[in-house]
T-cell receptor
């Protein structure tokens, strides 16, 4: 079945450094969503990518969707302590189960001030 | 309007007891998901409801787990004869239209502790 792999599992950075998390699907995706979960909180939707090769920016966050629509990345420029949390990608496939939405295991980001 | 509401926020139960977890989705959202999140882990899919269609139960870990959604709105997740490995945060999410570009809106979850 469809699988979504996310790396790295953990990332520790110094405040001001950049951060990137990668998401890879075993199958072609119709779209991909990204969520952020703060410590002790619940996942909150960040953005959705739909088009092949799409790039979207939200302030210091840059999201990319691969040309083949099987991989995606989230890049944070100049991390701040407010970026701490776990970032999940969620790929939506074509047909199948689970509401067509498969979550990666997440990348936990810690930022040292 | 109000977000996804889950109750109780915390539940401590003894091994072997049954528990019911409730989810009240955002009004008008037709799709409802249940996920389980163990400490520091990812989101484990449990079950998915979409309108009046048969639910996708492919993620339920055992026959001790069941869920229903009444009237296309409120959902209840029931765990029978709870075990210690059932301890986790149970998250409910709803979305406006399934199979489209609708994001999931999560509730704050129910933290279940089985002693």
């Amino acid at each position: 079945g469809q699988q979504v792999m996310q790396i790295p599992q953990y990332q520790h950075v110094q405040e001001g450094e950049d951060f990137t998390t990668y998401c890879n699907s075993s199958t072609t995706l119709s779209n991909i969503q990204w969520y952020k979960q703060r410590p002790g909180g619940h996942p909150v939707f960040l953005i959705q990518l739909v088009k092949s090769g799409e790039v979207k920016k939200q302030k210091r966050l840059t999201f990319q969707f691969g040309e083949a629509k099987k991989n995606s990345s989230l890049h944070i420029t100049a991390t701040q302590t407010t970026d701490v949390g776990t970032y999940f990608c969620a790929g939506r496939g074509y047909g199948g189960s689970q509401g067509n939405l498969i979550f990666g295991k997440g990348t936990k980001l810690s930022v040292k001030p | 309007g109000a977000g996804v509401s889950q109750s109780p926020s915390n539940k401590v139960t003894e091994k072997g007891k049954d528990v019911e977890l409730r989810c009240d989705p955002i009004s008008g959202h037709t799709a409802l998901y249940w996920y389980r999140q163990s400490l520091g882990q990812g989101l484990e899919f449990l079950i998915y409801f979409q309108g009046n269609s048969a639910p996708d139960k492919s993620g339920l870990p055992s026959d001790r787990f069941s869920a229903e959604r009444t009237g296309g709105s409120v959902s209840t997740l029931t765990i029978q004869r709870t075990q210690q490995e059932d301890s986790a945060v149970y998250l409910c999410a709803s979305s406006l239209v399934p199979g489209s570009n609708s994001p999931l809106h999560f509730g704050n979850g129910t933290r279940l502790t089985v002693t």
